[in-house]
C-alpha cells in the first residue's frame, strides 16, 4: 500500500492564479481531509468528506473548494491564490465505522505552497 | 469549542536523558481521545501514542509515556533514554467522541532539539 499520496511536494504560485492539489489513498478509507499548517502552528481543518459525493467545511473554509467523486480521490482547489494561503498543506483519511468510534489518521507527505 | 494548548515553544533535551513536553485542553466532553504526533523535518505526520480519555491508566509505547490528568485536563508526554532521532515538532491533539467528522484539533506544537 502506498497509504496517502499527495502531489506536487512543491509549488509557487502568482497571486490570482490557481491550482489543484491531488490527495489519492489505497487503503479504501471513507473519511479524507484537507488541513493546512502555517510556520509555528498546528494544522487546521480546511474540509473533510465522509463518503464519495459529500464534503462539508472545516474551520478554514475560505478560498478553497474540494470535490470527492471516487473514494480513493479527495482533490482540494484554489482558484484564486492568495499570499494568506501560503501553507503546508496535508492531506490524511481514516475509517470511521460510527459515530463515537475513532481510527487513527493517516496523513500524507504534504504540499508546500508559496503564493508570492 | 475545544482547545489544546502547548505552552512551550522549543525544548532541549541531552541524548539519553529524558524531557517531558506539556500539553492542557479545554473541553466540555466527558468522552474523547487525545494524542501526541511527531513531526520530522521530513514534515511526516506520526501518530506517537494514543490516551482514551475513559482510561485512568496512563498509556505507555516504548520509550514515551504519558501523565494523563483528566481533571486538571492536563496531558504531558514523556521521552525518556532520549534519541538523536527524537528530534522533531512535537504536536498535542483532541478528538472529541461525540463529533461526526472525525476532526483533531492540534496545539500549537513544540520543537524538541536533542544534544549529542
Known amino acids: 500500500n502506498a497509504g496517502v499520496t499527495q502531489t506536487p511536494k512543491f509549488r509557487i504560485l502568482k497571486i490570482g492564479q490557481s491550482m489543484t492539489l491531488q490527495c489519492t489513498q489505497d487503503?479504501?478509507?471513507?473519511?479524507m481531509y484537507w488541513y493546512r499548517q502555517d510556520p509555528g502552528m498546528g494544522l487546521k481543518l480546511i474540509y473533510y468528506s465522509v463518503g464519495a459525493g459529500i464534503t462539508d467545511k472545516g474551520e478554514v473554509p475560505n478560498g478553497y473548494n474540494v470535490s470527492r467523486s471516487t473514494t480513493e480521490d479527495f482533490p482540494l482547489r484554489l482558484e484564486l491564490a492568495a499570499p494568506s494561503q501560503t501553507s503546508v498543506y496535508f492531506c490524511?483519511?481514516?475509517?470511521?465505522?460510527?459515530?463515537?468510534?475513532?481510527?487513527?489518521?493517516?496523513f500524507g507527505p504534504g504540499t508546500r505552497l508559496t503564493v508570492l | 469549542a475545544q482547545t489544546v494548548t502547548q505552552s512551550q515553544p522549543e525544548m532541549s533535551v541531552q541524548e539519553a536523558e529524558t524531557v517531558t513536553l506539556s500539553c492542557t485542553y479545554d473541553t466540555s466532553e466527558s468522552d474523547y481521545y487525545l494524542f501526541w504526533y511527531k513531526q520530522p523535518p521530513s514534515r511526516q505526520m506520526i501518530l506517537v501514542i494514543r490516551?482514551?480519555?475513559?482510561?485512568?491508566q496512563n498509556a505507555t509505547e516504548n520509550r514515551f509515556s504519558v501523565n494523563f490528568q483528566k481533571a486538571a485536563k492536563s496531558f504531558s508526554l514523556k521521552i525518556s533514554d532520549s534519541q538523536l532521532g527524537d528530534a522533531a515538532m512535537y504536536f498535542c491533539?483532541?478528538?472529541?467522541?461525540?463529533?461526526?467528522?472525525?476532526?483533531?484539533?492540534f496545539g500549537t506544537g513544540t520543537l524538541l532539539a536533542v544534544q549529542p
Open positions: 490524511a483519511s481514516s475509517y470511521k465505522s460510527g459515530r463515537s468510534s475513532y481510527n487513527e489518521q493517516f
Open positions: 491533539a483532541y478528538y472529541g467522541k461525540g463529533g461526526a467528522t472525525n476532526k483533531l484539533i
Open positions: 487503503m479504501n478509507h471513507n473519511y
Open positions: 490516551q482514551e480519555a475513559y482510561k485512568q
